[in-house]
């Protein structure tokens, strides 16, 4: 394979993506991973050719900076296969048969990069144990090749995972196992069950459980390919009726966003002064239905609970 960067134009792209997703967690109040940390660390101390791999497998899951990998000639044999077919955002369910159980469930986003040597990155989140540092999110590498796929994680505090799977005909499941190995959690292993999530993306309508007569009306688009720690930005507007305060409202830079099943939108209305709408709930696999458990007003004369919502697509 060929880099179409340098090994430093490589390691400085990498440096900018960890640097974009700390103000993007400032901005929530919280601070970087731990994960990532220990990535970035660990990047430093290699040689630069390894770095170079690294960051280019990351910027490929993440899809940032331009940094490419230009994978070598595929072969036009009847033994090739489409590299798409697992590429978006899945939740993984596990359940571990022997050794302690460190994660029930992991979501986020697998990328099936393609190429003769059938790369994929992955970046999941979820729950983890002490063992792994009380993470929200592990960073993948590996291999897809028609149904079946292999993923590595990036060791994190000297624990390493294997995930060992396939898929069905429509790409929409998969079932495998998975292991643990290191210092603390050695020998774990157990089963994996996996759903992949169709885009947030359409026109979304429904009324407020609360209130028949408040309306709702979302025109909203999920990004393709998510951000380094598995998360997928939305954009989007939204037609409120039947409410005193506003009419309509946008969803501000990164604050919508998809992670599996869970979806948090903020708004921002059009009262003046502006205030916020922020929606949190869920999506069925098939993304046809919305459900909102919360919706949440900020600021402006309407402050308080709208209570929830169901809301269903009626076009893509």
Request: proline share 3%; glycine share 12%; charged share 10%.
């Amino acid at each position: 394979m060929l880099l179409e960067r340098s090994c430093d134009g490589l390691r400085r792209s990498l440096h900018g993506e960890i640097r974009m997703m700390r103000r993007i967690y400032l901005r929530n109040n919280t601070s970087l991973p731990n994960s990532v940390q220990a990535f970035h660390r660990g990047l430093r101390s290699q040689p630069k050719w390894v770095g170079a791999l690294a960051a280019a497998l990351f910027l490929l899951t993440i899809g940032g900076c331009d940094a490419k990998i230009i994978p070598t000639p595929i072969p036009t044999s009847s033994t090739q296969y489409a590299f798409s077919n697992f590429t978006g955002n899945w939740v993984l369910q596990f359940t571990a048969t022997s050794g302690a159980t460190e994660f029930t469930q992991l979501s986020g986003f697998i990328n099936d990069v393609g190429g003769s040597q059938h790369w994929a990155t992955a970046a999941l989140q979820g729950t983890l144990s002490d063992c792994l540092a009380s993470q929200s999110f592990i960073p993948w590498y590996g291999n897809i090749n028609s149904d079946s796929m292999k993923l590595y994680s990036f060791l994190i505090t000297g624990e390493a995972l294997t995930i060992t799977a396939n898929a069905n005909s429509t790409f929409t499941q998969l079932t495998g196992t998975y292991t643990l190995g290191g210092p603390c959690a050695d020998g774990a292993t157990g089963n994996v069950v996996g759903t992949r999530y169709a885009s947030l993306t359409g026109t979304y309508s429904g009324s407020l459980s609360s209130n028949a007569g408040q309306n709702l009306q979302l025109d909203l688009k999920q990004n393709t390919v998510a951000t380094g720690n598995g998360t997928f930005f939305v954009t989007g507007t939204a037609k409120l009726q039947g409410f005193n305060c506003f009419t309509s409202a946008t969803i501000a830079s990164y604050a919508g966003t998809v992670v599996g099943s869970d979806v948090q939108l903020q708004f921002t209305t059009n009262e003046s002064p502006s205030s916020t709408l922020t929606l949190s709930g869920s999506i069925d696999p098939t993304a046809d239905t919305l459900t909102a458990n919360s919706i949440q007003v900020g600021g402006g004369q309407c402050s308080g609970s709208l209570g929830g919502a169901s809301l269903t697509r009626q076009s893509k």
